[in-house]
Nanobody, 135 residues
Framework: QLQLAESGGGLVQPGGSLRLSCAAS????????IGWFRQPPGKEREGVSC????????YYSNSVKGRATISRDNAKSTAFLHLSDVNAEDAGVYFC????????????????????????????WGKGTLITVSS
């Protein structure tokens, strides 16, 4: 049974950077696409970035494009999200998830609320890690 655990949350200053890790256990993660999602206070969960199983394809939301880098090390069963120039809109609970799409990773899997609101595509979710942005 695949399980995911996020780490790296905490307090980040505006303009600073964050690095989150998503560690898989139970099963190898290389077959799965990995997504990072976040839920700002009082708002719905949104897609941030996703990466294909082999690492060859990645997508980023408009809000983080140019500031974020998603990566994975399948040998270590860990995926990462690095986000620089953090602002208040980046605050919230960050989740990682493992998924399998019918035709591989496509952008809609990562960004369409219909796909990220349940577990039909993103089958396994971590419990989340909180990012607080404050000076």
């Amino acid at each position: 049974q695949l399980q995911l655990a996020e780490s790296g949350g905490g307090l980040v200053q505006p303009g600073g950077s964050l690095r989150l890790s998503c560690a898989a256990s139970g099963l190898t993660m290389d077959y799965y696409d990995i997504g990072w999602f976040r839920q700002p206070p009082g708002k719905e969960r949104e897609g941030v970035s996703c990466i294909s199983g082999g690492g060859g394809t990645a997508y980023y939301s408009n809000s983080v494009k140019g500031r974020a880098t998603i990566s994975r090390d399948n040998a270590k069963s860990t995926a990462f999200l690095h986000l620089s120039d953090v602002n208040a809109e980046d605050a919230g609970v960050y989740f990682c998830a493992a998924g399998q799409g019918p035709v591989g990773l496509v952008e809609a899997m990562c960004m369409d609320p219909r796909h990220i609101s349940g577990t039909e595509i993103w089958r396994v979710w971590g419990k989340g890690t909180l990012i607080t942005v404050s000076s």
